[in-house]
């Protein structure tokens, strides 16, 4: 299985790069990293993977719309979707459809948010929502294979692994206050 240095590139920004930005960055690169993807994500990816092309010495693929980022509430969530453009990938080698952050806003505050990419499995042809916001808990999924294109059900099982996260989240932190108070 050979990877094109695109694939790679993409691996490497939606994958590994985002993720250690939004999450596991200093406090200044996460707040930064989700405020640009949040008030200017066509600018933030296409520049992301652009510099990404430089720095490994190749010619960038894209036009700056190829990556669309498209911003929305649904149930109360909000969501930044982010749409990368087709490729044709190599044999045996996975795809990333789609990155989402999505996040909760109090008094116009954000107050949680988590990251998820809609990958495409070379093996099984699967689809499937990975959470990669979180080192400790690793992988979420939710199956998307039968409702590939049914933009609707992505959407709701989004928001489903966004509130299972969350609860765990909340669990962490009661249980981090109860022993502090022991």
């Known amino acids: 299985m050979g990877f094109t240095v695109y694939e790679k590139l993409r691996y490497e920004l939606f994958e590994q790069l985002f993720p250690v930005l939004l999450c596991t960055g200093t406090e200044e690169e996460k707040a ?65 459809l789609r990155a989402y952050v999505l996040y909760s806003e109090v008094e116009g505050k954000i107050e949680r948010y988590k990251y998820f990419i809609i990958k495409k499995f070379a093996e099984g042809n699967k689809t499937a929502i990975l959470n990669v916001s979180s080192e400790k808990r690793g992988l979420l999924g939710h199956d998307l294979t039968n409702y590939v294109g049914d933009m609707d059900y992505e959407y709701w099982a989004l928001v489903n692994n966004y509130a299972t996260l969350l609860s765990k989240d909340f669990e962490e932190e009661e249980k981090a206050e109860q022993t502090e108070s022991e």
């Open 32 to 96: 930064s990293t989700l405020h640009f993807m949040i008030h200017n994500g066509n600018e933030f990816v296409h520049d992301s993977f652009e510099e990404l092309c430089d720095m490994d010495g190749v010619e960038y693929p894209y036009t700056e719309n190829d990556f669309k980022v498209n911003y929305f509430k649904r149930g109360g969530v909000n969501y930044v979707q982010i749409v990368l453009p087709e490729i044709e990938v190599s044999e045996g080698v996975n795809d990333i």
